[in-house]
């Protein structure tokens, strides 16, 4: 297959990006072969004309619990301890394998046309969350759900689960699950990375939310969350945190000397909206050569999954954090949203970059709309102009999964209609109780 | 005219917004006359067939400088000073009328493709923005702008134009347009005002963009930016405040003096990218009675004329800034958006609201796209998931501007050739020479 005559997005390891013109990328069955300047059709197989469209990396979800659009829009203007225990932790007593698969599906769709190629989860029922995944034609990383409260036979299930998916399907790889440092104890979290370290799994769970989270630990506990992960092996054993907002100066030195198996997820609106005080120290992550990944988190909080959302959000929230408009550039803000999220997703070497020998995972945007016009540097509409109905195709592993924005593997409308059929049985409370009680 | 069977956005002085559902709303030429359970068409006219749509007024961009869309993304990662002093300011050397027309234009189709329906402008050349808004349909409220570097002779052909502005259009109503506080001198303000009072016109400005523009004016004038428009007359003439991210507690009983004829535009998006420091003291200002309305600023800053995008902003950099996610609630912020930034324009009673003897100003929103849905909330769904392109039909006074996603008005395709042709003479320098220099 080829993209003949393109715009192609040139994200650099450091440095600035550039758009190179007239490109062509080959591609065999799931990976790019070859950017070159366009030319004559070396062959046989199809030919996606690319002619006034710009390709960039597919984009990377970082941070998600993609069935949590079931619950979008119905948990709002809350505090962070009533968002959990009055609703969202009360509506997941109602998770069934069905509702999260149909949850799953419509996020799937929801991210395939926006351009996400990628999304790196976090729920429960994950095995319905790859079904749904593969049928989509998305490329998933998937972390089934734990707490302690499960017991020992709900975390067990759990990792059975992670080690059912890690072999499932191509586009799938899995990881661990536990919920977060507050939620899961000492114990559970050195086994878990016991079993990461014995398997060769990456950890996925969320830690130092936020700076009152950190602080509560060390009221607790005599130690920060990320002192947890470090003393229980997570860290070790390597992780994705989410979050990270209440990572304090003193945790640094202790990830450094984890950096290369550790990554972190950003999820701006999120901690705006749900005003956690601060965002994630990227600057100071950077320095200490963590690599850091952008996310959208849950719908439920989120209430988009529009990782072009979450990507503005990070340069507009870093400029104003460090009281710096140089910092967190249009380069560096790229280079996050597709080399460091394909650190987060695990899988830097293969993600994240249109270069031969990496996954075809690819988003054609056409950026003629009057909202990116005139077009003087196309680098700031990636950052702050583009819109997800800028995407026109996508490409996943090399298969076309959005055609003229339109998906070509779910039925958009079936998708839908079964989400909105299902939706009601979320937001039911009338059971009572309640998987978790938030009181980190 | 009719629009049939649609769901009304009712947005209440105080309280929750609600939807009705299943309402006709009939229209004269310009003006809702009834809001009424759909029902048998009364007569003859034109028929709108809203089913499964929502009506919400249309968008109010309570700030901005539209011509600016023709460097959109020329001045990216530079502090405050370099993007006036290095980019901006020199840059407008280059103003035309004839570019001004034609960037103008291009916002008033990004504009109402967003649904956008009136915009509250401050610019040069604002005799080309009116004609601009009259061929595409749109409102707006024209401030031209002046400085006192351009003398007595170019700030009469400014106040002239104003005078010129008031009358030429039931669209188009016009104020006077000093510049800001750092770029006007006093006597010239307090010129400003006496024409202000004399001609009943109202006064739009920048001021007290910031804390440090607040320090710098004790400083050099013993006197915060509010203190300087209070001893000017500004304040007692009526005057719609651009950004007051500056404005201190101090100030506050000021305002509160002048409350009924005083209103306070915020553009976060702004805030952030430039790393003022603060966003707009809504809550502070609200107790003294002080009206607050949404607006995107410049796309040379804000990259977009996207009023949805900044609507977000304020929910979510207002909870941040308030340490509290209960505060700027759905309601709240939809309040803000529509009758706060009726008031912003100078149109309190005539816009921001869809209930019979205002405009036809309407925008209809199809929320069955995969980011919106499930439907839990559409108040919801208006503030942190709808996106532009979700607007199908857009009227402005009583005249349909977009159908089925298009512009009735101008030729879009021949608007963004126009901008494009003209670009770069916007960034090309080689004149020398600034309209003006930042040092506030």
């Not at 989860?121 to 095995?127: E, K």
Request: with cysteine; proline share 5%; glycine share 8%.
């Amino acid at each position: 297959m080829l993209i003949q005559n393109v715009d192609v997005l040139v994200v650099p390891e450091a440095g600035e990006c550039t758009v190179e013109t007239a490109q062509d990328i080959h591609l065999d069955d799931t990976r790019i072969t070859a950017v070159v300047p366009t030319g004559n059709r070396p062959g046989a197989g199809e030919v996606i004309d690319g002619r006034g469209l710009l390709a960039v990396p597919g984009l990377i979800n970082s941070h998600t619990h993609s069935p949590m659009v079931l619950m979008r829009g119905a948990a709002e203007d809350l505090s962070i301890d009533d968002w959990f225990n009055r609703r969202i932790w009360p509506m997941e007593v109602n998770l069934t394998p069905e509702r999260v698969r149909a949850g799953a599906r419509l996020a799937c769709a929801e991210m395939l046309l926006g351009g996400v190629t990628t999304f790196v989860d976090h729920y429960f029922h994950a095995d319905q969350i790859a079904q749904a995944a593969i049928e989509s034609g998305i490329r998933a990383d998937l972390a089934p759900t734990y707490f302690s409260s499960l017991g020992a036979e709900g975390i067990d299930a759990a990792i059975a689960t992670t080690r059912e998916l890690a072999t499932l399907h191509p586009r799938i790889t899995a990881g661990l699950g536990p919920h977060a440092t507050y939620t899961v104890s000492d114990d559970d979290l050195r086994r878990t990375a016991d079993v990461a370290r014995a398997d060769g799994l990456r950890i996925h769970l969320h830690a130092a939310e936020s700076d009152d989270q950190t602080q509560a630990s060390l009221d607790k506990h005599q130690a920060t969350p990320i002192e947890i992960l470090d003393r229980t092996g997570v860290l070790d054993a390597g992780a994705l945190i989410a979050h990270g907002c209440g990572i304090r100066a003193a945790d640094l030195p202790i990830l450094e000397r984890h950096a290369g198996r550790t990554t972190v997820a950003t999820c701006p609106k999120v901690y705006l909206k749900l005003a956690m005080g601060e965002v994630t120290p990227i600057k100071q992550l950077q320095a200490a050569k963590i690599r850091v990944g952008i996310g959208t988190d849950g719908a439920a909080v989120h209430n988009t999954l529009d990782v072009w959302e979450a990507i503005r959000l990070v340069a507009l929230t870093q400029k104003h954090r460090e009281d710096d408009a140089e910092w967190m550039t249009l380069s560096d803000t790229i280079r996050l949203a597709t080399r460091g999220s394909a650190a987060a997703a695990n899988q830097p070497d293969t993600l994240g970059a249109l270069e031969p020998g990496r996954q075809a995972d690819i988003a054609l945007l056409d950026l003629s709309g009057p909202h990116n016009q005139p077009l003087h540097d196309p680098r700031a509409a990636l950052v702050y102009s583009v819109r997800p109905s800028d995407v026109t195709t996508v490409l996943v592993a090399g298969q076309v999964v959005v055609r003229d924005r339109q998906l070509t593997t779910l039925d958009l409308a079936e998708t839908l209609a079964e989400a909105r059929a299902i939706a009601h049985t979320l937001t039911d409370l009338s059971r009572g109780g309640a998987v978790q009680h938030y009181n980190p």
